[in-house]
T-cell receptor, first 115, second 115 residues
Framework: AQSVTQLGSHVSVSEGALVLLRCNYS??????LFWYVQYPNQGLQLLLK??????LVKGINGFEAEFKKSETSFHLTKPSAHMSDAAEYFCAVSPGSSNTGKLIFGQGTTLQVKP | DAGVIQSPRHEVTEMGQEVTLRCKPI?????LFWYRQTMMRGLELLIYFNNNVPIDDSGMPEDRFSAKMPNASFSTLKIQPSEPRDSAVYFC?????????????FGQGTRLTVV
């Protein structure tokens, strides 16, 4: 069965610092991987997705993620954190061998940005 | 497009009462998903419809939960009778299943409190 594990339930960075949110996946087939962001009392918004094209995926709001098969990782990064980036971030995998839109989520990582 | 629309945004009900949550997916999407978000269990898929047909309901917790999709533009999730442990945020999401490029769009969620 496919799954994702997010390392670190809380990450705190200073404004302007590098953001690194970690996600490792488990999959016996080439995975479809996603990062979503959830602001307080809001739904989930797609940041970026990996669908077996380029291994470095660029998303919205300056975020990007790199698919590393050898490390089974799909970590999310942003060079310089803004206060507005404070939110909860979810890594997700679409189970099975095709991308149906169905998602299995990690437990989430809360990003705190300090002034 | 207005996005995925869920109603109500908040619902407070007494234990034992019937609760109905509603969802209008994005026009043209052919897949619909109901998720539940709790602190303890994170985001869990409850049920997944494709072309109005339930494909996977393995996440539905028990017989008190039921979901319907009578047409392409409307779905309901019903809990009868409700219990305090059903308190959670329920999200509806929709997608157009197009293999690699499929992505799910989420509604704002319904926050359910059962007292």
């Amino acid at each position: 069965a496919q799954s994702v594990t997010q390392l670190g339930s809380h990450v705190s960075v200073s404004e302007g610092a590098l953001v690194l949110l970690r996600c490792n996946y488990s999959s016996s087939v080439p995975p479809y991987l996603f990062w979503y962001v959830q602001y307080p009392n809001q739904g989930l918004q797609l940041l970026l997705k990996y669908t077996s094209a380029a291994t470095l995926v660029k998303g919205i709001n300056g975020f990007e993620a790199e698919f590393k098969k050898s490390e089974t990782s799909f970590h999310l990064t942003k060079p310089s954190a803004h206060m507005s980036d404070a939110a909860e971030y979810f890594c997700a995998v679409s189970p099975g061998s095709s991308n149906t839109g169905k998602l299995i989520f990690g437990q989430g990582t809360t990003l705190q940005v300090k002034p | 497009d207005a996005g995925v629309i869920q109603s109500p945004r908040h619902e407070v009900t007494e234990m034992g009462q019937e609760v109905t949550l509603r969802c209008k997916p994005i026009s043209g999407h052919n897949s619909l998903f109901w998720y539940r978000q709790t602190m303890m269990r994170g985001l869990e898929l409850l049920i997944y419809f494709n072309n109005n047909v339930p494909i996977d309901d393995s996440g539905m917790p028990e017989d008190r939960f039921s979901a319907k999709m009578p047409n392409a533009s409307f779905s309901t999730l019903k809990i009868q009778p409700s219990e305090p442990r059903d308190s959670a945020v329920y999200f509806c999401a929709s997608s157009f299943t197009n293999r690699k490029n499929t992505e799910a769009f989420f509604g704002q969620g319904t926050r359910l409190t059962v007292v």
